[in-house]
């Protein structure tokens, strides 16, 4: 028996996904890499790079391709990728999951103020903040490049300066994963006094919260959206099951 996996990606669960499955005989394994960063590091086996062209033109890729099967392991905020897929495997009736890690909870120490978009949290920003550091992606940042009388940090995987930036920022071009000394010292020799984040989810990206609890640091943290109903698993290694089980039906 042949099969086609199409692992929508971007993610550290899709690569662990890719590298589980990589090698088994009879599956063709394709990870799809949005193409946002120039240097991404590639998932092990076959790589697609770049958009579909909407659900339709992701349609025509899964039957030109023969997929027989779709993980969606793309961020949890990668909100359109996930309807698009959902939407495309349900007219070709595949077989389709969506591998997502688990949402952070707030602990005890935790001073969050959870919003659901960016446009919300700007009054909040302003009250609360003078240096702040937003700790989210390149396409996120329109809503805060008019508070010019704010200062702020910016951490993304290349040095490449956004469009649109804020009038006042820095910019610190690194890849996780961070530990929580590590982004302690940066919040630190930055004085920032608010976090700004999406809630990602996963232990990579969680070091900056310790690491704001520990300071006493106020986060305003963005909610996911929401995805499409449907099987869903938490980890990479349960995805591989699900991968198997239909390979095996």
């Known amino acids: 028996m042949t099969a086609g996996l199409l692992i929508l990606g971007g993610t550290a669960e899709a690569a662990d996904l890719a590298g589980i499955l990589d090698g088994i005989q009879g599956l063709r394994v394709v990870s799809s890499l949005a193409g946002r960063t120039a240097s991404p590091r590639l998932p092990p086996g076959e790589c697609r790079i770049g958009g579909f062209g909407g659900e339709s033109g992701l349609a025509d890729y899964l ?40 949402a952070w909870v707030a602990g005890p120490t935790d001073r969050w103020t959870e919003v659901d978009d960016w446009n919300e949290a700007v009054p909040i920003l302003r009250r609360l903040s003078r240096r ?44 996780g994963p961070f530990t929580p000394a590590g982004e302690r010292a940066l919040l630190l020799a930055h004085g920032i006094d ?56």
Request: hydrophobic content about 50%; some cysteine; aromatic content about 8%.
């Open 194 to 249: 608010t976090i700004v984040c999406r809630n990602s989810g996963g232990a990579a990206a969680r070091a900056k919260l310790a690491a704001a609890a520990e300071l006493g640091l106020p986060v305003i943290m963005r909610r996911r959206p929401p995805r499409p109903a449907g099987p869903s698993v938490q980890s990479a290694q349960e995805a591989a099951a699900w991968v198997r089980a239909q390979f095996s039906a």
């Open 63 to 102: 039957r030109r391709e023969a997929v027989t099967m779709v993980v969606d392991a793309t961020h949890p905020f990668a909100r359109r990728m996930g309807w698009t897929a959902a939407h495309a495997c349900a007219a070709l009736g595949l077989p389709w999951l969506r591998l997502q890690r688990p």
């Open 132 to 175: 702040a550091f937003l700790a989210l992606g390149r396409q996120e940042l329109e809503p805060f490049a008019g508070l010019d009388d704010l200062w702020f940090l910016l951490r993304f995987a290349e040095e490449a300066p956004p469009r649109p930036a804020p009038a006042r920022f820095a910019l610190v071009a690194d890849r």
